[in-house]
């Protein structure tokens, strides 16, 4: 990609007015957004964010590059298009737990196993806000909202492990109100080669306001929030007391001081611990007494299917020619209605 002058991220800021209510989580992602771009070192006439509906999708319109506001769930195809149509370009998916696991889940699991070279954020507040407040696919059961009056009996979508399950070579996980920690995983994901997955906890202060609050709240966070890093032990706790174990089945909870406890030392691997292990890690909770794991799951680089479409098209060519689209038209047989 072509590289440019030292950007700031005034320069990635638009005209238009940010139009989230006060508080909301989306301003965070934002923000941190608009820090990550510059150090990429492409031009902004490069980048293109490709949104759907929903109140993360308003993403494209603040920021100052090129943008589309789709229809409900298409971003994943029409952003597949772009890249496939122009490989030079870094494209970005903005979606909401709504807009990309609802009407837009088939599109995003494609896209994830095709593995072409998108970076997907998808901003999930467990609710659907812009239409002001109904049960969304990863409400929790039993939630009790505007079109669930009595409680969802729905059992919700775990976003991270559908992207491990669909082949995403990239897959992380990250929430608002830690700034740092988002801004690492938004520049990691953006830099891989390869479908990049980011599933951000972001509140929505009106409609599902605290959903998160064990794993943000000062008092609680340490408790509750298990930050995984490459090649470090999954340490947690009010005082890093905490770790984790694997008994052959399952994950427990066991003093971090290995030398008196005397089980083996669990180190997480960004790169390749496998399927099995990956999703046991996606499916821990707070909820069932068990840390909720933030940071990558996955980063592994396999083959890119824009690369490999484009060797195929050159290949084509070499063998062929370049083609005559009036000739594909009008040659041989022509069905006409009489």
């Given at each position: 990609?072509?590289k440019?002058?030292?950007l700031?991220?005034?320069?990635?800021?638009s005209?238009?007015?940010?139009?989230?209510?006060?508080?909301?989580?989306d301003?965070s992602?934002l923000?941190?957004?608009?820090?990550?771009?510059?150090?990429?070192?492409?031009?902004?006439?490069?980048?293109?964010?490709?949104?759907g509906?929903?109140?993360?999708?308003?993403?494209?319109?603040?920021?100052?590059?090129?943008?589309?506001?789709?229809?409900?769930?298409?971003?994943?195809?029409?952003?597949?298009g772009?890249?496939l149509?122009?490989?030079?370009?870094?494209?970005?998916?903005i979606?909401?737990?709504g807009?990309?696991l609802?009407?837009?889940?088939?599109?995003l699991i494609?896209?994830?196993?095709r593995n072409?070279?998108?970076?997907?954020?998808l901003?999930?507040?467990?609710?659907?806000g812009?239409?002001?407040?109904?049960?969304?696919p990863?409400?929790?059961?039993?939630?009790?909202?505007?079109?669930?009056p009595?409680?969802?009996?729905?059992?919700?979508f775990?976003?991270?492990?559908?992207?491990?399950a669909?082949?995403?070579?990239?897959?992380?996980?990250?929430?608002?109100?830690?700034p740092?920690?988002?801004?690492?995983?938004l520049?990691?994901?953006?830099?891989?080669k390869?479908?990049?997955?980011?599933?951000v906890?972001?509140?929505?202060?009106?409609?599902?306001?605290?959903?998160?609050i064990?794993?943000?709240?000062?008092?609680?966070?340490?408790?509750?929030?298990?930050k995984?890093?490459h090649?470090?032990?999954?340490?947690?706790?009010?005082?890093?007391?905490?770790?984790?174990?694997w008994?052959?089945?399952k994950?427990s909870?066991?003093?971090s001081?290995?030398s008196?406890?005397?089980?083996?030392i669990?180190?997480?691997n960004e790169?390749g611990?496998?399927?099995?292990?990956?999703f046991?890690?996606a499916?821990?909770?707070?909820?069932?007494?068990l840390?909720?794991?933030?940071?990558?799951?996955r980063?592994?680089?396999?083959?890119t299917?824009?690369?490999?479409?484009?060797?195929?098209?050159?290949h084509?060519?070499?063998?062929?020619?370049?083609?005559d689209?009036?000739k594909l038209?009008?040659?041989?047989?022509?069905w006409?209605?009489n």
């Amino acid at each position: 990609m072509e590289k440019t002058t030292k950007l700031t991220k005034e320069d990635f800021t638009s005209d238009q007015e940010t139009r989230w209510c006060p508080g909301c989580g989306d301003y965070s992602i934002l923000a941190q957004m608009k820090k990550v771009l510059p150090n990429l070192g492409i031009s902004r006439e490069n980048i293109v964010f490709v949104s759907g509906i929903g109140c993360s999708s308003r993403f494209p319109y603040y920021l100052e590059t090129y943008g589309i506001h789709g229809i409900h769930g298409r971003a994943p195809v029409i952003a597949s298009g772009i890249k496939l149509s122009r490989p030079d370009l870094k494209v970005f998916v903005i979606t909401g737990d709504g807009d990309g696991l609802s009407i837009g889940g088939n599109h995003l699991i494609h896209l994830f196993r095709r593995n072409i070279d998108i970076t997907i954020i998808l901003f999930n507040n467990q609710i659907y806000g812009l239409t002001k407040g109904q049960y969304s696919p990863t409400s929790e059961k039993g939630k009790i909202t505007k079109s669930s009056p009595y409680g969802s009996l729905e059992n919700p979508f775990n976003p991270v492990q559908m992207a491990l399950a669909s082949g995403a070579t990239f897959v992380a996980r990250s929430i608002d109100r830690d700034p740092k920690h988002l801004a690492a995983t938004l520049d990691r994901a953006a830099r891989h080669k390869g479908t990049a997955f980011v599933e951000v906890y972001q509140n929505c202060n009106i409609f599902n306001d605290g959903a998160f609050i064990a794993l943000t709240d000062a008092k609680q966070k340490k408790s509750h929030l298990l930050k995984m890093e490459h090649d470090k032990p999954f340490i947690f706790g009010e005082n890093n007391e905490n770790m984790l174990t694997w008994t052959g089945q399952k994950f427990s909870v066991i003093s971090s001081d290995a030398s008196e406890n005397g089980h083996e030392i669990l180190k997480h691997n960004e790169n390749g611990s496998g399927p099995a292990m990956e999703f046991m890690l996606a499916s821990l909770s707070h909820v069932d007494h068990l840390p909720t794991p933030i940071g990558i799951f996955r980063s592994i680089e396999i083959d890119t299917y824009d690369e490999m479409l484009t060797k195929q098209i050159e290949h084509a060519k070499k063998e062929k020619g370049d083609g005559d689209l009036k000739k594909l038209f009008t040659g041989g047989y022509t069905w006409m209605n009489n």
